[in-house]
């Protein structure tokens, strides 16, 4: 079941001559975002801009969070990522979502005006109480990471 976010809508370009976020199937599981830019940005190789949303979102739920990832066609074929890699929205930020975009490849690429350049996925968060222990039960693992079960 759809699960109800507050959205303000800061640029009225969006629900105007831009669709507001929307998933795209049923089964999608992100909202695309779009870059509400003055006009279009040239990211050269390697360049890395904010760009505005034109949304912010109130989740208000700290057993919720939101994440915004790169799209998949455009991070694969063309290099834009994002430049925190993943970002985090906590469900008390109210301010407008920001877009860290990044040019990992090796052209320059041209964001257009509304392109819908990441996706926003709402997550859900459990919050650690942290309980001090002098020693943890033994487990099958132990301390052993990083590659320590082998290869293959
Ligand atoms: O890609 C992003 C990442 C974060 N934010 C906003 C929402 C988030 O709730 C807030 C803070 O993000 P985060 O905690 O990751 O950044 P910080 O560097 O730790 O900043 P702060 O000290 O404000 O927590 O910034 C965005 O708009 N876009
Ligand atoms: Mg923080």
Same mark, same amino acid.
């Given at each position: 079941?759809?699960?109800?976010?507050?959205?303000?809508?800061?640029?009225?370009?969006?629900?105007?001559?831009?669709?507001?976020?929307?998933?795209?199937?049923?089964?999608?599981?992100?909202?695309?975002?779009?870059?509400?830019?003055?006009?279009?940005?040239?990211?050269?190789?390697?360049?890395?801009?904010?760009?505005?949303?034109?949304?912010?979102?109130?989740?208000?739920?700290?057993?919720?969070?939101?994440?915004?990832?790169?799209?998949?066609?455009?991070?694969?074929?063309? !290099?834009?990522?994002?430049?925190? *890699? =993943?970002?985090?929205?906590?469900?008390?930020? /109210?301010? $407008? +979502?920001?877009?860290?975009?990044?040019?990992?490849?090796?052209?320059?690429?041209?964001?257009?005006? !509304?392109?819908?350049?990441?996706? *926003? =996925?709402?997550?859900?968060?459990?919050?650690? /109480?942290? $309980? +001090?222990?002098?020693?943890?039960?033994?487990?099958?693992?132990?301390?052993?990471?990083?590659?320590?079960?082998?290869?293959?």
């Amino acid at each position: 079941m759809a699960h109800r976010l507050q959205v303000k809508v800061l640029d009225d370009r969006l629900g105007g001559g831009f669709p507001l976020p929307g998933y795209a199937t049923a089964g999608s599981a992100g909202l695309d975002l779009r870059a509400m830019l003055p006009a279009p940005l040239s990211l050269a190789p390697g360049a890395v801009e904010l760009i505005p949303t034109g949304l912010a979102i109130h989740i208000a739920d700290p057993q919720l969070a939101a994440v915004i990832l790169p799209r998949s066609g455009l991070g694969h074929r063309h !290099g834009i990522v994002l430049g925190n *890699l =993943v970002g985090l929205i906590d469900s008390d930020y /109210q301010g $407008e +979502l920001m877009i860290s975009c990044w040019n990992r490849g090796q052209d320059v690429f041209c964001i257009e005006v !509304g392109e819908r350049i990441a996706q *926003l =996925v709402l997550v859900p968060v459990v919050h650690a /109480q942290l $309980e +001090l222990v002098e020693r943890f039960d033994d487990s099958a693992r132990g301390e052993g990471g990083f590659g320590h079960s082998g290869r293959h």
